[in-house]
């Protein structure tokens, strides 16, 4: 098993790493993590889990959520009650 690599997610406007946003890569997948709470983690598959206590914790934890996702908020919102995203407690 590798050692996991963390990385600040970086501006899609000005390519500057964004303060208290990381990404964490690991053996299994990634994980978005804003502060000191992981929001989301998607595995190697494809497949994502949110935290289902704080994935939409804040404006600006959403805002990097979505940036993380590839999505609005509506389309996670979609995804979740379809059950294409699992919700699990993440911290």
Same mark, same amino acid.
């Given at each position: ?11 899609? !406007? @000005? *390519? =500057? ?8 890569? @690991? #053996? ?13 983690? =998607? #595995? /190697?598959? *494809? /497949?994502? !889990?949110?935290? =289902?206590?704080?994935? #939409?914790?804040?404006? !600006? @934890? *959403? ?6 996702? /590839? ?6 919102? =979609?995804?979740?009650?379809?059950? !294409? ?7």
């Amino acid at each position: 098993m590798s050692t996991p690599s963390v990385e600040n997610v970086t501006s899609p !406007t @000005t *390519g =500057r790493a964004i303060p208290n946003q990381f990404l964490i890569y @690991t #053996d299994e997948g990634v994980i978005f993590q804003s502060y000191s709470s992981v929001i989301a983690f =998607r #595995d /190697h598959a *494809g /497949h994502v !889990t949110l935290d =289902r206590d704080k994935w #939409d914790y804040s404006t !600006t @934890t *959403g805002k990097y959520r979505n940036l993380f996702l /590839h999505e609005k908020k509506a389309d996670t919102e =979609r995804k979740i009650a379809d059950g !294409t995203y699992d919700l699990d407690d993440l911290n």
